[in-house]
């Protein structure tokens, strides 16, 4: 537990050695430009070696399955396998392995909300947005302590939606520090050139920015809530101070030594790979 008195930041992060593959197993893949492969849900992927491991982690990139390397459960996987189930994994207990994929469905859910309101916390809120954050974490927390039948049963749905509200809030009085830019929400911006347009405190929570060219752009403050970054150019970009930025979504991205990332996010070791760009970050308020 963190000083808060909620999950400290290793158990909001996936530790795949003491899971047993459940994100190789319980959802379905379609073939894409993300994995290689049509798989259906509850079948485990081809790629899954008999100690639960990827066979081919050092290769996904290579081999067709980018889209493995930008999943995180959370912390939802090795929650499901140590504490739900005790250790007790779907190989051994085959009649077990539905229930436990069907539960992973929910935990995982459970867990995002968990980093959310964690990060919440973090942006020094006032006191009473803070109680209810902090009330929110409590309940949050409850539910993912319930047995394979209490969580199966818990809507996840209505949870999230309260616990949106409450952070929608948080998110825009941080943006309203600096004065809050546009409210880009939920727009589709895929493939679209934002180097001249001002996104410092913009809400982009959900925004669809795949592909987007976001050289050199400042997103201080901006609200990265959701939003869908795969293939997004960010090289040269300041994600510094980004509100809710998550490292699956800086790994899904393209970036350089020279984008500014939040120091609990460390530099994908992809990027290295990309060539520079001669951009450079412009601030605009």
């Given at each position: 537990?963190?000083?808060?008195?909620?999950?400290t930041d290793a158990e909001l992060r996936a530790d795949c050695a003491r899971c047993f593959?459940?994100?190789?197993?319980?959802?379905?893949?379609?073939?894409?430009?993300?994995?290689?492969?049509?798989?259906?849900?509850?079948?485990?992927?081809?790629?899954?070696?008999?100690?639960?491991?990827?066979?081919?982690?050092?290769?996904?990139?290579?081999?067709?399955?980018?889209?493995?390397?930008?999943?995180?459960?959370?912390?939802?996987?090795?929650?499901?396998?140590?504490?739900?189930?005790?250790?007790?994994?779907?190989?051994?207990?085959?009649?077990?392995?539905?229930?436990?994929?069907?539960?992973?469905?929910?935990?995982?859910?459970?867990?995002?909300?968990?980093?959310?309101?964690?990060?919440?916390?973090?942006?020094?809120?006032?006191?009473?947005?803070?109680?209810?954050?902090?009330?929110?974490?409590?309940?949050?927390?409850?539910?993912?302590?319930?047995?394979?039948?209490?969580?199966?049963?818990?809507?996840?749905?209505?949870?999230?939606?309260?616990?949106?509200?409450?952070?929608?809030?948080?998110?825009?009085?941080?943006?309203?520090?600096?004065?809050?830019?546009?409210?880009?929400?939920?727009?589709?911006?895929?493939?679209?050139?934002?180097?001249?347009?001002?996104?410092?405190?913009?809400?982009?929570?959900?925004?669809?920015?795949?592909?987007?060219?976001?050289?050199?752009?400042?997103?201080?403050?901006?609200?990265?809530?959701?939003?869908?970054?795969?293939?997004?150019?960010?090289?040269?970009?300041?994600?510094?101070?980004?509100?809710?930025?998550?490292?699956?979504?800086?790994?899904?991205?393209?970036?350089?030594?020279?984008?500014?990332?939040?120091?609990?996010?460390?530099?994908?070791?992809?990027?290295?790979?990309?060539?520079?760009?001669?951009?450079?970050?412009?601030?605009r308020r």
């Amino acid at each position: 537990m963190s000083k808060e008195g909620g999950p400290t930041d290793a158990e909001l992060r996936a530790d795949c050695a003491r899971c047993f593959g459940l994100c190789c197993v319980a959802p379905a893949f379609a073939a894409s430009a993300d994995f290689a492969l049509d798989k259906p849900a509850g079948q485990p992927c081809r790629n899954l070696g008999t100690d639960f491991g990827c066979t081919i982690h050092a290769e996904l990139r290579d081999r067709g399955f980018p889209g493995c390397t930008v999943f995180d459960c959370f912390g939802a996987g090795q929650r499901v396998a140590q504490v739900t189930y005790g250790g007790r994994d779907w190989r051994g207990e085959p009649r077990s392995a539905r229930q436990m994929f069907d539960v992973f469905a929910v935990m995982r859910p459970l867990h995002e909300l968990l980093w959310l309101l964690t990060e919440a916390l973090r942006l020094s809120p006032p006191a009473d947005l803070r109680a209810g954050l902090a009330a929110a974490l409590a309940e949050t927390e409850r539910l993912t302590g319930g047995d394979p039948g209490t969580l199966l049963a818990t809507d996840v749905d209505t949870h999230r939606a309260a616990v949106n509200s409450l952070l929608s809030r948080t998110a825009e009085l941080a943006r309203a520090r600096d004065g809050a830019g546009a409210d880009l929400r939920g727009a589709t911006l895929v493939g679209r050139d934002l180097r001249r347009t001002t996104l410092r405190g913009a809400n982009l929570r959900g925004a669809v920015l795949v592909g987007a060219d976001l050289r050199g752009v400042d997103l201080t403050r901006a609200d990265l809530t959701g939003a869908d970054l795969r293939g997004a150019d960010v090289r040269g970009a300041d994600l510094s101070e980004a509100l809710f930025l998550h490292r699956s979504q800086v790994d899904a991205a393209r970036g350089d030594p020279r984008t500014r990332l939040p120091e609990r996010i460390g530099r994908p070791a992809h990027w290295s790979h990309l060539p520079l760009a001669p951009t450079r970050t412009v601030r605009r308020r």
